[in-house]
């Protein structure tokens, strides 16, 4: 009889002491599902193409683009982490964060009619950039730095990539997610002995985060000029080599942009490096503590000059300070969203900036949605209070825990002069990094009359349980029936 030829099977697992083995499927599977996929796009972006619109099918070329290039950045990010699920957290989060900048551009324009602050970056963008391709750099520039600013950077933007809304809030966005990637990573270089799945957790998937630095926008520039700025101030509190130029280029970026805020941040970094301890690894340890205080100087003085020509001040002084709170006031009055802070002191006031609108004050559906974020993370502070008492006792051994306790109390004081609810909505995403920071701390636990970090002492038997005349004890620390 002819034997019958073997039918074909798919490659098959299992191990060596006869375990079932498991089917996998075909690696053909596989391509076939990518090739499938390249066909659809490839159809969409030919009907794209019909329709001559370049905000549709030059997106489909831009979205691409920014994943292939970030691809080496995210296998180099995803192989320094020890934690699995954290690396799963970064890739998720970076197409969530792309994916967030079509659902900003959905809101602002088909919700809103394009009544945003991103309709006029990408109409002066536009116009920018066909100066730019011009060879025309100078340009007469009137209104507020910040705004200035970002017009010339969404022209910059859209000299490289052409005129596409779309590409632009997708473009932003991506700032925006390495401007996060940045602040952990600070984190994980500052405060190693933090909760990192929970700083990773919450930094990268808090929808105000998620939604508001995905538009064209001083938000997401803002999001990677703090990031880049609380990394150089880890690595250079951490005592890591190319932490002056890295915080450097974060306050050359921000200060062009807000350099309230830049200003605010450096105060925070003079106080931590001021609390410091002192190396006496090197011989050099206080030359280079003298030339790190110079160059905090000379980066001190820049911020201070932006700030006073953006707020048009003659000088810095306790006056100056209040004439810019005061005018924050007047500004923030007007609007569906305003709300009044009259009579309240100020520590009072500044829970309006984490926390508010409240459940019972939220009118619209935007309204709803950051007070239900603002409920949870009044949540998360309440009970994260052992948390922040953590971070209370470790001001002076951790001085990154420093900074960011300094600028989120700065943070706090200065914007509770704002007294609109959609601003401070937008405003407070750059604060959020810093306060989790304080909430992603090992919890103390109270251990007899004092409190202790990390998990309780190793409690020691008894002798006579330990030399077994009353009775052994068992696998459990329970002593055994007799």
């Known amino acids: 009889m002819t034997p019958t030829p073997p039918s074909p099977t798919v490659a098959t697992t299992g191990s060596r002491r006869g375990s079932p083995r498991v089917a996998t499927t075909p690696v053909t599977a596989w391509w076939a599902i990518a090739l499938t996929g390249v066909i659809l796009y490839v159809s969409c972006f030919a009907l794209a193409l019909r329709r001559g619109d370049y905000n549709l099918w030059g997106t489909m070329l831009i979205g691409p683009a920014l994943v292939l290039v970030s691809v080496p950045l995210l296998r180099r990010a995803v192989r320094a982490e020890t934690d699995r699920r954290i690396g799963t957290f970064l890739v998720v989060a970076f197409f969530v964060k792309l994916a967030m900048a079509f659902v900003n551009h959905a809101v602002a324009f088909g919700l809103y009619g394009g009544v945003a602050d991103a309709r006029g970056y990408h109409d002066s963008g536009v116009a920018y950039s066909v100066a730019f391709r011009s060879g025309i750099f100078q340009l007469a520039e009137e209104g ?240 994260g209070r052992r948390r922040l008492l953590t971070a209370v006792r470790r001001l002076r051994s951790n001085v990154y825990v420093l900074y960011c306790a300094t600028v989120t109390a700065l943070f706090l004081v200065g914007f509770s002069a704002f007294q609109n609810f959609g601003i401070l909505a937008r405003e407070r995403i750059q604060v959020i990094p810093f306060v989790l920071v304080l909430l992603a701390l090992p919890p103390a636990r109270r251990v007899g009359r004092l409190d202790r970090y990390g998990p309780p002492p190793l409690v020691v038997p008894p002798p006579d349980l330990r030399a077994g005349t009353v009775g052994a004890v068992g696998r459990r620390g329970a002593p055994a029936a007799q």
């Open 144 to 383: 507020e730095l910040g705004r200035r600013f970002i017009n010339t950077l969404t022209g910059g933007v859209y000299t490289v990539i052409g005129p596409s809304k779309l590409g632009g809030y997708l473009v932003f966005s991506w700032f925006a997610f390495w401007g996060l990637y940045l602040f952990y990573r600070a984190f994980v270089v500052a405060v190693p002995e933090g909760n990192r799945r929970r700083y990773a957790s919450l930094l990268f998937f808090l929808p105000s985060t998620l939604f508001w630095s995905s538009s064209i926008g001083k938000e997401a520039w803002m999001m990677l000029s703090l990031g880049l700025f609380s990394l150089g101030a880890a690595r250079l509190l951490a005592r890591r080599p190319g932490g002056l130029v890295v915080l450097s280029l974060g306050l050359a970026a921000s200060s062009r942009c807000r350099p309230h805020l830049s200003l605010l941040i450096l105060i925070g970094l003079v106080v931590g490096y001021l609390f410091r301890r002192s190396s006496n690894l090197h011989r050099l340890g206080p030359l280079a503590t003298l030339g790190s205080l110079a160059v905090l100087v000379a980066v001190g003085s820049f911020a201070a000059g932006q700030f006073t020509r953006h707020f048009e001040l003659t000088s810095l002084g306790t006056d100056s300070f209040q004439e810019v709170f005061d005018a924050a006031e007047r500004g923030t009055e007007g609007g569906g969203s305003s709300f009044s802070i009259e009579g309240l002191p100020r520590p009072l006031a500044a829970i309006s900036v984490l926390f508010r609108p409240f459940p019972g004050e939220a009118h619209n559906a935007a309204a709803l949605v950051a007070s239900v974020e603002g409920a949870a993370m009044l949540v998360l502070v309440v009970r």
